[in-house]
């Protein structure tokens, strides 16, 4: 990797100095209490962060008013009784050596009933109608012009309360459709007061609040305005509008400016997935850079440090938020600066922290289990080294043996492929995901990092983990392939979803592709054979696609199947395959799809043919992931490292 010198000079945000250009973007939680208190979790979240060496944090939405919070477990400022408990996160971050901001929300139309007792306020009484629950068929209230004001008033006080409580500045979160974007947004806005119409008057309540916070915490402490350069929906602003809002935000004394992108109609521009390039939000930053001299920061799917150096360089951004790359590995700005760029785990854009958020969860990382556990996963050296042998190189068994290597186990990974990775590399297989053939790389480097001795292409035979002589054996031998009883399955023309994402497939397949299933693992399988020029239909059982996947995952690939002409045949059953095609039924009515291919994707069933053979009475053994039951990427991780936490 290269010096990174952009990314790793220092600048000043107002009167704060600061080490380097990374800064942690602010994700809410749901680890803090129902009445808005921080908890030890958060603080060891945090400090984690700071310890990997970024060089500001900002903290997660801060309510300024109860019936602001965007649900029951965030993080509060709305009353003097959270002082202390802010006070305790700014020590501790303080200890690392890093500055820390506070960020000021009011959530609007965007909270639920059940998170504040009451029908939500807005600018005007327009609903958001397509999140879904909670949100459907509730109005909120288009607050007056004497709540406005309140509302002026209690961002002050918010603010107060984080300089008694130490942080180093404040942000007001104007972004992703909460109050302060609900005002500047003419889909939003149907106010015509003088909080209404113009573009000014839509302004002009985000200009109040900057001007109340800026007398309650003086000239020289920052103040940063959060903003989405483009709402990207039908009715919503575009970046021309920004940049007049910026100029204005400049004109009022903010130090910095924000940019990111979406709201809660058009979310994937949040928290953009897999299928959005990365750095998307980039140019409009560089357009709002080119109007105002305040520093700029941007972040959107912005995941290795090569990347957002290069931002820096061109002179497109002057700082770069991560908040997903963080979570994903903490340590992220320490190792790119070291030189350590393989050890980085990054980020896949799964969205798993997004939806759990938004499923009133707590958030937690697929690739990486310790994010909300720092404290309780933490590694220590093995009370007594032992020889663990793991069987299968797939993410469960790669985190095993990472983990207890590095504790002092004298470990041995047998994989029976030429390649480590597992079920990674059939997902890496269709376009847009390059993130998944990474994480197994990095899986596998880190592998060997950690010490373990890695044996590929053996295949683990009772008789093979006896000759390696293994006080522990490790059994995470994946799933292979369901292949259901259906008439003509065995058909040369039949293949699993396996079969072709691994490549065996290529150039042997018809022009038309009948696919069975449309979990996740049929619509990867569509996404491969279309970026290969087949004609493709889906059969699903079920009403929807993708039953196994997240909203966000569900509709920004859906939209790129409708777009691409695929045809899904929803609530419809296989009843068998003949030479000609599938036949399938639908409202009792049988009819033979064309087909000159047949691709089953139906799930898959656990693979313990090893743990069969192996005498239980002569040695200790834990099974985890797939082995145990099929299911996602987290699990496997997570099993993985609990069990090489635990020899």
Known sequence: MDQLTHLFSPIKIGS??????????????????????????????????????VGLIISESNYVSIEGRGA?????????????????????????NTPIIAQ??????????????????????????????????????????PEIAHLVEMYGEAARRAMEAGFDGILVHAAHGYLLNQFLSPQTNKRTDQYGGSEENRARFLLEIVDRVRKVIGPRVPLVVRLTGEEHVEGGYRAEFICKVARWLEEAG??????????????????????FPEGHNVEIASRVKEVVKLPISVA???????????????GKADLIWMGRALMADPHLPRKAQEGRAEEIRECISCNLCITRLLEGLDVQCTVNPESGHERELQLSPAERPRKVVVVGGGPAGLEAARVAALRGHRVTLVEQRDRLGGQLLLAAAPPHSKEMEALARQLAQQVKTAGAQVLVGSTATRQT???????????????????????????????????LLSGKLDGRLGSRVVVIGGGLTGVAAVEYLLERGHQTTIVEMLEWLMADGNFIEKKTLTRELSERGVAVLARTRAEGITGRGVVVSRFGEKQLLPADSVIMAV?????????????????????????????????????????????
């Open 254 to 275: 903010v130090d910095e400016i924000s940019i990111s992108a979406g709201n809660y109609e058009e979310m994937e521009w949040m928290c953009a997935p897999r299928t």
């Open 603 to 647: 799930g898959v069933r656990s693979e313990r043919g090893l743990l069969k053979q192996l005498d239980l009475d002569q040695v200790e053994v834990h099974v985890i992931g797939d082995a145990v039951s099929p299911r996602r990427i987290q699990h496997a991780l997570e099993e993985g490292a609990l069990v090489g936490r635990k020899l």
């Open 72 to 96: 029951i477990n965030r993080m509060g400022l709305h009353g003097d009784e959270m002082v202390p408990e802010h006070r305790r996160l700014v020590e501790a971050i303080h200890r690392e």
């Open 300 to 314: 959107g799917r912005i995941r290795r440090p090569e990347m957002a150096d290069r931002i820096i360089r061109e």
């Open 16 to 53: 704060l100095l600061i080490k380097n250009r990374l800064v942690m973007a602010p994700m809410a939680l749901n680890y803090s209490t129902e009445k808005g208190k921080i908890v030890q979790r958060q603080i060891d979240y945090y400090v984690e962060r700071a310890r990997g060496g």
């Open 104 to 145: 000021l929300h009011h959530a609007g139309r965007t909270t639920s009933v059940g998170a504040i007792g009451q029908y939500p306020v807005s600018a005007s009484a327009t609903p958001l109608l397509t999140r879904g629950e909670p949100f459907v068929g509730v109005i909120p209230r288009a607050l007056t012009v």
């Open 465 to 499: 983990v006896d000759d390696l002589r293994p006080d522990v054996v490790v059994v995470a031998t994946g799933a292979r392939p369901l292949v259901p009883e259906l008439p003509g399955v065995e058909l040369p023309h039949v293949f699993t979803a396996h079969d």
